[in-house]
């Protein structure tokens, strides 16, 4: 029997230390029992952060760093006669995955649209 003196409050719970919890899932034989016994929470709330997770709404604060490979530069797209000479030019970043994924993005799009996309294609 566990008796509880003084006020009762709420964890708070950085998103290092909720993936670092969720990693513990990844390992074989464990189970959702086991990891939130361990850390005294509720089997509930490690389905709501591994949800989160999976929806690219919990992710690591740090940056990460992707290799990046610099290729020449490709030739224009063929221009139809009918489109206007003055059209801005294509304001986009095309972004290759080591798994070959080409994922092409506006120039000014922003980081969590950028996050949401690569969990996206992770998951």
Do not use: C, Y
């Not at 909720?18 to 709330?45: C, M, Q, W, Y």
């Not at 919990?58 to 206007?84: G, I, K, N, Q």
């Not at 304001?91 to 070959?100: A, F, K």
Request: glycine content about 6%.
């Amino acid at each position: 029997m566990e008796i509880i003196n003084g006020v009762e409050r709420r964890r708070r719970w950085r998103p290092e230390e909720k993936l670092r919890i969720l990693a513990e899932l990844d390992e074989p034989g464990a189970t959702f029992n086991d990891v939130a016994r361990r850390h005294d929470l509720s089997r509930g709330l490690l389905w709501q952060w591994r949800a989160a997770r999976q929806r690219g709404r919990l992710v690591e604060e740090a940056p990460v760093f992707m290799p990046l490979r610099v290729v020449p530069e490709l030739p224009p797209p063929e221009v139809h006669e009918a489109a206007s000479a003055e059209a801005p030019p294509d304001e986009r970043v095309e972004i290759i995955l080591p798994d070959g994924t080409v994922l092409r993005v506006a120039e000014g799009i922003g980081l969590p649209a950028l996050r949401r996309l690569l969990s996206a294609l992770r998951g």
